[in-house]
């Protein structure tokens, strides 16, 4: 299982830099980077700081996806 997020996109959309969103929530803007490429999993209170950031529960922000062979 992989999880999925939309960070990049919606800091897009609130037109924010990495390293504004990374101020928002405590972490810096290789944090963010690395959350956006997938590369890192944040912890529950950071996924959480990240979603009430963009004022969405988590499940608009993040999402498991399974893989093909997994049901």
């Known amino acids: 299982m992989h999880i ?4 990049k ?4 959309r609130h037109d924010w830099t990495q390293a504004q969103l990374g101020d928002k929530v405590g972490v810096t ?3 963010i980077a690395s959350i956006e490429k997938g590369d890192y999993v944040p912890s529950l209170l950071l996924g959480m700081q990240i ?3 963009f ?4 499940e608009e922000v993040f999402e498991l996806e399974k893989g093909a062979d997994e049901t």
Do not use: K, M, P
């Open 9 to 12: 996109e919606l800091r897009a």
């Open 29 to 31: 803007r290789q944090t």
């Open 55 to 58: 004022g969405l529960r988590v």
């Open 51 to 53: 979603c009430d950031a």
């Open 4 to 7: 999925c997020n939309r960070v």
